[in-house]
T-cell receptor, first 114, second 108 residues
């Protein structure tokens, strides 16, 4: 049973470009979470999604950031018109439905904005 | 959201027990106490969680104060592979709030 998969593992973008980060949850998991980690800091919650629904996006910046988890395929975190401050590690986690289930984290995507 | 306080860093010698404290004085009655750890250049991994009673699993033990305002993660015999940042997270919904955690260094 493969764990949570994220790709790419490393992504370099120039200012103004778009970044697309993908997350495939563990088999059987229908809940996906995205976190951002700036250098030398803890993880910051961004968004929680179930299939085709955004449940909580209270941690998402209001502009340029969006997330989706379609019925088929991976969850996508999209950052439009990236700026240098977007440089960070972005982690995805997944869990089974309902309750206080353990979240399983992927290896992260390290975004560098030049 | 409950605020947590953890030491910034701790050191341990290999093969010795380690007690990692966490204060969560504003924890609500329905919050479980979760511990995750993050090894260098990796995503966090679950360690243990509990509500009121002390808990044990193959990785660690969790001792929860009777008033639930603090807890202690216990690694019974630290190994070099246990060097990581350990996060204590009171949690009762789906948006876990990570603090800065405790960076554990294990010396051979």
């Amino acid at each position: 049973n493969a764990g949570v998969m994220q790709n790419p593992r490393h992504l370099v973008r120039r200012r103004g470009q778009e970044a697309r980060l993908r997350c495939s949850p563990m088999k059987g998991h229908s809940h996906v979470y995205w976190y951002r980690q700036l250098p030398e800091e803890g993880l910051k919650f961004m968004v929680y999604l179930q299939k085709e629904n955004i449940i909580d996006e209270s941690g998402m910046p209001k502009e340029r950031f969006s997330a989706e988890f379609p019925k088929e395929g991976p969850s996508i975190l999209r950052i439009q018109q990236v700026v240098r401050g977007d440089s960070a590690a972005y982690f995805c986690a997944s869990s089974q439905p309902a309750g206080l289930n353990e979240q399983f984290f992927g290896p992260g995507t390290r975004l560098t904005v030049l | 959201d409950a605020k947590t306080t953890q030491p910034n860093s701790m050191e341990s010698n290999e093969e010795e027990p380690v007690h990692l404290p966490c204060n969560h004085s504003t924890i609500s009655g329905t919050d479980y106490i979760h511990w995750y750890r993050q090894l260098p250049s990796q995503g966090p991994e679950y360690v243990i969680h509990g509500l009121t009673s002390n808990v044990n699993n193959r990785m660690a033990s969790l001792a929860i104060a009777e008033d639930r305002k603090s807890s202690t993660l216990i690694l019974h015999r630290a190994t070099l592979r246990d060097a990581a940042v350990y996060y204590c997270i009171p949690y009762n919904n789906n948006d876990m709030r990570f603090g800065a955690g405790t960076r554990l260094t294990v010396k051979p």
